[in-house]
């Protein structure tokens, strides 16, 4: 009985470290691609100018806040303690449980995407970003696929939480062992 625990607590953490890194690969291919393919401010529109693409440099954190900040306070609150927060963030998913399957694959979703920005952030001093949505008056900021890891994440969680909250039941709620 304990050997099939141990196993299924292995087989959990396999499962999460491969969710995690291959958020972090997509969003570091993608970036690579386009670090290679494109100049900084290159603009390429798609669908009528809806959907762009823009390689931008963030050198501060969502929307460039903080982008004028004093060095090693940037580095404090946009590298290492987002980094801190990440690590215990997989410590968490890893430890924990009674965590469903829907919010451990979100959690890693979100993981992903916060350490492939923390990951250009350290080794380039900045963020590629390189994607826009435009319809009208929605418009987003330009970001990356990062992002859309976060982006989904948070989306994922919202949505279970919300199910959840209305009272519906279903298999897939289940917590992971």
Not at 75 to 103: A, D, E
Request: glycine share 10%.
């Amino acid at each position: 009985m304990k050997l099939r625990t141990k196993s299924a607590a292995m087989l959990k953490t396999a499962a999460i470290l491969v969710i995690i890194m291959a958020n972090i690969g997509c969003d570091q291919v993608a970036k690579h691609i386009v670090r290679q393919k494109m100049d900084t401010y290159q603009s390429i529109s798609f669908m009528h100018d809806h959907f762009t693409l823009l390689r931008t440099e963030n050198t501060g954190a969502f929307l460039s806040l903080g982008d004028h900040i004093y060095a090693p306070v940037k580095f404090v609150l946009l590298s290492l303690l987002p980094l801190l927060v990440l690590v215990g963030g997989v410590v968490f998913l890893v430890g924990n449980k009674s965590l469903s399957k829907i919010p451990l694959i979100c959690g890693c979703f979100i993981i992903g995407g916060g350490i492939g920005n923390i990951y250009d952030r350290l080794l380039y001093g900045s963020v590629t970003d390189f994607m826009h949505i435009g319809f009208g008056v929605f418009q987003t900021g330009i970001f990356n696929m990062a992002d859309v890891s976060v982006m989904v994440g948070v989306l994922g969680l919202l949505a279970y939480y919300y199910i959840r909250s209305r009272g519906v039941k279903n298999q897939e709620i289940e917590p992971i062992n």
